[in-house]
């Protein structure tokens, strides 16, 4: 359930596109130092998104500035200045990655399944280190995968209960990108909202996947998709 919060860049001006991959950078970079080189191959766009909201609702900005990029030594890239902006996302990335690697192993079968379990053994001491520092992503995390893990095996579930958890997942996640009260009851209802479409997303992507596995999928007997 990764990806699904991209850039349209045709619509972007070079420096908002310039200041995105800066922001990009900046969380691969948070995340290589705090929690290992490896973990950089989890990076996606949908933390790149939190780590956007992040830095827009924290008072100034420090600034960008140019140096040699970690896993291409040939390439220079921007960074932002300050770090702390990129805690929250790059922690939560490595806890739900965590996740989504256990489920995969408990759910997938043969190649996948062993995939997963790999990863998952890799990202332990990070998924540790993470949970330490963030104990309530920790938990949003935890309560999301189990209540997912209900609604999936419940053959009666509607598109709109299999899709609560990740409404609320995305809810609590997006809340704790600030600190004023009213900023957090928009930023848990933008939560609510994006993560309704990006599980919508989802099941429409894995559908035929998901129908030769017979794995659930709420739009299995829907028709004419």
Known sequence: MFGYIRISKPEMRFKEYDMYKAVYCSLCKKLGKDYGFI????????????ALMCLALKDGFDGTHIRKCVCNPLKKCTYCKEEEPFSL????????????????????KGLAR?????LSQIFSPAFKKAKDKYPEIENIAADYIKEQSVAERNKNCSLDEAALPSSKMLSGLLRMCSEDEREQQ?????????????YLLDCLVDREADIKKKSFNPLKNIENL
């Open 39 to 50: 973990t950089r191959f989890a990076l996606n766009y949908d933390f790149t998104f939190t």
């Open 186 to 198: 928009v930023l848990s209802h933008l939560g609510k909202l994006l993560g309704r479409y990006i």
């Open 89 to 108: 996302s790059a922690a939560a990335l490595i806890i739900l990655s965590y996740y989504k690697f256990y489920d995969d192993k408990n759910d997938e």
């Open 114 to 118: 062993l995939t997963a379990t790999v």
